[in-house]
């Protein structure tokens, strides 16, 4: 596997974007990068033309559409931008606790895929630790979740907050499938304190692992924080999956 299939969150540079969005864009690009992730992409005009300038690609995205039922205008400005999956990041974690909530969510999320697909977009679902520390019915409320979608709808499975939730990243990507057209990698000790998160193969996730359990998915780093230099960390994480990935399949 290549840098192509290796792609960058960007909330892991936010401070850098909100400074200069083309100019930081174009440090990734020339760090090896050739996929990137917004985060609240509907909130950066100068998105559309540095990636236009960089020759940066967007497969995914990350923008809240669920709660507010705005899919219609997002689904529209993703298409516009040559995005093909928007995955909301969030849905707050009292919603992760009953059946019924969960399966609320689930009929929203199918809502919006029919609407979405008018658009030629996928959309999807990330995690945090919430949807893994929940269970239901004897099962993780993502996996129950994951049960009642739709199978248009994608899931991004964040391995670190899987992990953190208390559940094996590596098994629960294996229960998940091929659902799952993208994961977070990222790596520390696994506890909740993100300023402990580094660079990816520094910390105590079994990367390795991790990426075999989810072959065809794409690869996103990010670190939500850091004690170190961020842009430092992502660099140093492309350098790490490229030669691990490449390695095996070579």
Do not use: C
Not at 17 to 30: F, H, N, S, W
Not at 99 to 124: K, P
Not at 192 to 204: F, L, N, Y
Not at 220 to 248: C, M
Request: aromatic share 6%.
């Amino acid at each position: 596997m290549t840098t192509s299939a290796i792609s960058v969150q960007l909330y892991t540079v936010r401070e850098a974007i909100a400074e200069d969005l083309p100019g930081t864009l174009r440090r990734l690009a020339d760090a090896g990068f050739s996929r990137v992730e917004p985060f609240a992409f509907t909130n950066f005009p100068e998105l559309a033309g540095a990636l236009t300038s960089t020759g940066l690609a967007t497969p995914t995205t990350h923008q809240g559409f669920i709660a507010d039922g705005n899919i219609a205008d997002v689904a529209s400005a993703a298409a516009s931008m040559g995005i093909s999956t928007v995955i909301d990041p969030f849905v707050a974690p009292e919603k992760w606790t009953t059946a019924e909530d969960v399966s609320e969510t689930a009929r929203r999320l199918n809502e919006a895929a029919q609407i979405a697909a008018e658009h030629g977009i996928t959309v999807g679902y990330h995690n945090h630790a919430h949807e893994i520390e929940n269970t239901i019915d004897g099962v993780t409320a993502l996996e129950y979740f994951a049960g009642l979608l739709d199978p248009a709808v994608v899931l991004e499975v964040d391995t670190y907050w899987v992990a953190v939730g208390g559940a094996d990243p590596v098994e629960l990507l294996g229960r998940l499938g091929d659902r799952v057209v993208a994961i977070h990698v990222k790596d520390g000790p696994g506890t909740a304190e993100t300023k402990d998160q580094v660079a990816v193969g520094s910390g105590s996730l079994d990367i390795p692992a991790i990426l075999a359990a989810a072959p065809n998915a794409l690869r996103v780093i990010e670190l939500d924080d850091s004690r170190g230099d961020r842009f430092e960390a992502v660099v140093d994480s492309l350098a790490y999956l490229t030669s691990l990935e490449n390695g095996a399949s070579a």
